[in-house]
């Protein structure tokens, strides 16, 4: 049983900083990719970005490019999120994602469906 758990989330001021955290835990473990997925209320859960470590391509979200900054450990379980000058439109629960089969390659890394594991999310509420 593998478990994806966030943490890093909280009320933050607009134009602060956050750091996300994710790791895998239970039997040994490693990804093709992982990535962080984001929820506001009342609106569908949307891709923020990815990372593939085959070659370390990273992918981003239009709105969080420039801001946010995704990487990882050796490990390939452990996926980061940093995200700077944040604003109130990013308030959302903040899931990390990983996918360990492949499904999410090619065009597909911004595709929920591609990933088989979850975290619990973790929320990120940006005052204005």
């Known amino acids: 049983q593998v478990q994806l758990v966030e943490s890093g989330g909280r009320l933050v001021q607009t134009g602060g900083s956050l750091r996300l955290s994710c790791a895998a835990s239970g039997r040994t473990f490693s990804s093709y990719a992982m990535g962080w997925f984001r929820q506001a209320p009342g609106k569908e859960r949307e891709f923020v970005a990815a990372?593939?470590?085959?070659?370390?391509?990273?992918y981003y979200l239009d709105s969080v490019k420039g801001r946010f900054t995704i990487s990882g450990g050796n490990a390939k379980n452990t996926v980061y999120l940093q995200m700077n000058s944040l604003k109130p439109e990013d308030t959302a629960v903040y899931y990390c994602?990983?996918?360990?089969?492949?499904?999410?390659?090619?065009?597909?890394?911004?595709?929920?469906?591609?990933?088989?594991?979850w975290g619990q999310g973790t929320q990120v509420t940006v005052s204005s």
């Open positions: 994602a990983a996918d360990s089969a492949g499904y999410s390659a090619g065009r597909y890394y911004y595709a929920a469906e591609k990933y088989g594991y």
């Open positions: 990372i593939r470590w085959s070659a370390g391509n990273t």
